[in-house]
């Protein structure tokens, strides 16, 4: 995950190549964060469609799940039927999804210009900055905190020589947090927003803007602390594949 | 769909899936670290929490008064009130699941069982336990048929039987009402029938049919007990013919139906009297499961329970012994019943304990092999075998007047151990079958050769130490806020023992004979020994205690487990928990006045 400073220029960058249109909308930010999952039709992003799209604002200590959004989106093209083992939405639950755009556009109103939470978070917004770059004319403005960045930080204290495994389960039984069915976007953007409420609780959640944040995710080396400059992106996550990244 | 948070405990168990729905999606999640404050005391509450992960305590001041874990919920009585009078806490970071008070509050309306579960907990403790009684006898009221109250069987008489007659049959059949056969019509003539024969003087030799109800009210067997009670309102009468396909078969009076929704205890006796082989009492054995567990649903009271329970089972034991004992054996034995069965206090079989005085002139042999038989069939009854071997089929336990003196005595100087432990379990004897002066005859004996030597009854004290108070000393809420694993609770350990046999040392200190704890601590109160607030709570503790341990034996019968005296204290409710803890500080109290009466620190 680039750094702040990284992440603040590339945002002033992108909110100025953003068409008019959405400008206001994605400069609010309210200082509340939104942990958000999107369930695709597969795991490289150029291939991949977005099948359904979760977002859950956090503010403070409290998880607005009375206040989320979620939508289905109709797929372009035919399922495969390893997919929808995967993710369990039939073609037949797709009547209640909205076409991609539409969905897009809620999703842009909801989140506005706040920051961003996921897992592997890089690769949700790959996914949807491939639909909304030709809508917007830019990338996604937002910063983007990667929850098993802080996850990374807050283990790498405790066990500075160890492995730190960075995969769900273990995030999940480490924090003691309850454990939502997985492959559904909701519950994912739910269990990664405890995830970061249980992480801020113990000390690393985001720091005032600016602050120098640590930046690796991924690998077990020691993290880099205040780099100005964007460093290498994270090796690929298992869940990934290639790992082709915008 | 399922609920995106696992609704599926109580009390949100009782909301239909939509509205189980509408609540989850209501819901926001918080966190809390450790020691954060949740509540603090007096605020106000616009949510009904749900613990999704960690422990969060409820502090009065600096004493912890609730522990909520995983699925468990508060605070219910801010629920009502909008603020909390205590302050809460995260023991253990939790994560919480908050619903806005609104909502449930709008549930509570709509859905009254859920309504219930709130307004039930706000209210009164042990008031909550008669509503709990009421709403499941107007549930029997309206699902119980007439066939179930177990209505008279008829008793016919002719059309052309005199009313002198029809009297003399009434009296022979012990019933208060006949039915009249008229060739192919049915009357009713009942004993108000003859206020008006006398009242106006009517001949004794006028046929009963001049005098008979021919206009029959009827309900079939199949009918509901609610209806034969609206129609016997409605006409102010107090007994209906029963029919079946409509032929009349029996009559259901008002007093049959009293007794039916009170308790179905009248049916058991009569079966009792009725038995003739061990085959029939089997049965009534299994009945008397099925009273304790509906009375104990409906909120009947422990003492009253386990005394119902007591002459119930005190019957049964007489009419087992008379089937099969000889009569010779039969009437020359005193068949006793020992420890918690002779005190009344045994209300699921848990054991048998039992002795025989045997009389003199006994053949020994026919006395064994009925003392065998009767264990045995003990067993086929539902009475397990007494692991200390506390039963009249090993000869320890027969004695005739005279040698059962010699073996109290000399369990009494031994004082100690096992002797200790039989003694004070022929304390508690009661006279099943038999000459029943013959007990208070060796009782007597015993008492006159106790000198009046204090170390004497501390050492028969000592044992309420046995079990240390580690699990019980008020350290129960730490244990479950310590999260230890299976927190299981030996009732029996922990609070009956040390009050049963603390109450049972002061009682023999004090001559009092009454076998019953409960009637013991009476008699203590009324010598002066123990002040009646005192008292009071330890009556209710103990009822209390043999309340968790009777729910979760019937839990143990239902799942056809073996019956411990262990509670898994985790299963218990926040009422419980709390009444609970209450119990224990009685118990511990308790004991601390055993201790100084008998000065058992010196041991």
């Known amino acids: 995950m680039p750094g702040k400073l990284w992440q603040s220029w590339r945002r002033l960058w992108r909110l100025r190549h953003l068409k008019e249109a959405y400008r206001p909308l994605l400069s609010e930010d309210d200082g509340a964060l939104v942990s958000i999952d999107c369930e695709t039709s597969s795991l490289k992003v150029k291939e991949a469609e977005i099948l359904s799209i979760a977002a859950v604002r956090i503010e403070g200590n409290r998880l607005r799940t009375s206040d989320a959004f979620y939508t289905l989106i109709k797929p372009q093209r035919a399922l495969d039927h390893e997919n929808i083992r995967v993710h369990g939405l039939r073609p037949r639950d797709f009547d209640a999804g909205l076409p991609l755009e539409e969905a897009l556009e809620k999703f842009l109103r909801f989140t506005g210009g706040r920051t961003l939470l996921g897992y592997y978070l890089q690769y949700d917004i790959a996914v949807l900055n491939k639909h909304l770059k030709p809508i917007l004319g830019a990338a996604l403005p937002n910063h983007e905190v990667e929850v098993s960045g802080h996850y990374y930080d807050w283990r790498f204290a405790d066990y500075p020589d160890g492995y730190i495994d960075l995969s769900w389960e273990t995030i999940i039984k480490n924090l003691h947090i309850p454990a939502l069915p997985r492959h559904d976007a909701m519950n994912d953007a739910i269990t990664v927003g405890m995830m970061y409420l249980a992480l801020q609780a113990r000390g690393h959640s985001e720091s005032p803007a600016l602050a120098p944040v640590s930046s690796s995710s991924v690998s077990d080396k020691p993290p880099e602390t205040g780099s100005a400059l964007p460093p290498p992106p994270p090796p690929p996550p298992s869940r990934l594949g290639q790992g082709d990244f915008e | ?209 001049d005098r008979a109800q021919f206009s029959l009210l009827s309900c079939d067997k199949e009918d509901y007990l609610f209806n034969a009670m609206l129609l016997m309102t409605r006409k102010n009468i107090h007994r209906i013919v029963v029919t079946e396909k409509g032929a009349p078969v029996g009559t259901l009076a008002q007093i049959d139906l009293l007794s039916y929704f009170s308790n179905h205890s009248h049916l058991i006796s009569q079966q009792l009297e009725m038995a003739t082989n061990v085959g029939d009492l089997a049965k009534v054995a299994r009945d008397m499961d099925a009273l304790v567990e509906s009375l104990a649903t409906q909120g009947m009271k422990m003492p009253q329970l386990a005394r119902l329970i007591q002459v119930l089972s005190t019957r049964l034991m007489a009419r087992l012994w008379q089937m099969v004992a000889p009569p010779a054996v039969f009437a020359g034995c005193a068949l006793l019943a020992l420890g918690s069965e002779g005190r009344g206090e045994q209300i699921l079989k848990t054991d048998q304990d039992n002795a025989l005085i045997v009389g003199d002139g006994q053949n020994e042999d026919d006395v064994a092999q009925a003392a065998d038989h009767f264990t045995e069939q003990m067993l086929r009854l539902g009475y397990p075998l007494c692991p200390g071997g506390i039963m009249v089929s090993r000869k320890e336990w027969r004695h005739t007047t005279q040698n059962w003196i010699r073996v109290l005595q000399d369990w009494a100087w031994q004082s100690q151990g096992e002797a200790l432990m039989n003694l004070a379990i022929f304390l508690d004897a009661e006279t099943i079958s038999g000459p029943a002066s013959w007990l208070p005859v060796c009782r007597d004996a015993l008492r006159a050769g106790l000198s009046d030597d204090a170390t004497w009854f501390s050492r028969m004290a000592l044992p309420i130490e046995q079990f240390p108070n580690q699990k019980a000393d008020g350290g129960f809420w730490w244990q479950l806020l310590n999260r230890e694993e299976n927190v299981r609770l030996d009732l029996k350990k922990a609070g009956i023992f040390p009050l049963v046999h603390g109450i049972r040392i002061l009682a023999l200190e004090m001559n009092i004979m009454a076998t019953n704890t409960f009637d013991r601590l009476e008699a203590l109160v009324s010598k002066g020994i123990l002040k009646r607030a005192p008292a009071d709570d330890i009556s209710e503790s103990l009822a209390f205690l043999m309340h968790l341990r009777l729910n979760a034996g019937l839990e143990l019968l239902r799942g056809k487990k073996k019956l411990t005296n262990e509670i898994d204290t985790a299963s218990l409710n926040m009422r419980d928990k709390d009444l609970l803890k209450d119990a224990l500080l009685v118990v511990k109290r308790f004991k601390q006045t055993i201790n100084q009466r008998y000065q058992l620190d010196r041991f």
């Open chain 2, 1 to 209: 769909m399922a609920t995106r948070f696992d609704l599926s405990h109580p009390p949100f168990d009782l909301l239909t899936p939509a509205e189980a729905q509408a609540l989850s999606d209501s819901a926001d999640v918080f966190f809390f670290c450790d020691d954060q404050e949740i509540l603090q005391v007096g605020g106000a509450v616009d949510s009904l929490y749900l613990v999704l992960k960690g422990l969060v305590r409820e502090m009065a001041g600096e004493e912890i008064v609730g522990v909520y874990g995983e699925y468990e919920t508060f605070d219910c009585r801010a629920l009502a009130t909008g603020k909390t009078f205590h302050k809460f806490e995260a023991h253990e970071e939790a994560l919480l699941c908050a619903f806005p008070r609104q909502e449930v509050l709008a549930l509570t309306d709509k859905n009254p069982a859920f309504g219930a579960y709130f307004f039930a907990t706000v209210s009164d403790k042990f008031g909550q336990l008669a509503q709990k009684r009421d709403r499941q006898e107007w549930q029997n009221l309206f699902t119980a048929k007439i066939s179930d109250a177990g209505f008279r069987p008829p008793v016919f008489v002719d059309a052309v039987e005199t009313i002198v007659g029809a009297a003399r049959l009434m009296k022979e059949q012990r019933c208060r009402s006949l039915l009249v056969r008229d060739g192919d019509k049915t009357g009713i003539f009942t004993t108000s029938d003859f206020r008006d024969i006398v009242a106006t003087a009517v001949p004794g030799d006028t046929p009963v049919k």
